[in-house]
């Protein structure tokens, strides 16, 4: 678990304890007259993969992209491969 905060401690000092939390990662439990009340977690993961390389998979692999997509003839009338 992580650190304990009373409401009103919660209250006074939100913004601070809030970046705190999300800087170390860890859980915030607050109480309310000593009981448990509510728990306080980060909402996005600590790290954040790169756009860039995101789709590298053999699958998304194009050897000539000029080329037609398939080798049959289409009908362009009816919407389907010949």
């Keep these: 678990m992580g650190k304990m905060v009373g409401a009103a401690e919660f209250k006074k000092n939100c913004l601070r304890i809030m970046e705190e939390a999300s800087r170390n990662g860890e859980t ?5 007259r000593g009981k448990p ?4 977690k980060r909402a996005m993961p600590k790290e954040r993969k790169p756009l860039v390389g995101l789709m590298k998979n053999d699958a998304y692999r194009f050897d000539d992209p000029c080329s037609p997509a398939y080798d049959k003839p289409w009908n362009a009338e009816l919407g389907i491969l010949d």
């Design 28 to 32: 915030i439990l607050i109480t309310k």
């Design 37 to 40: 009340f509510m728990e306080m």
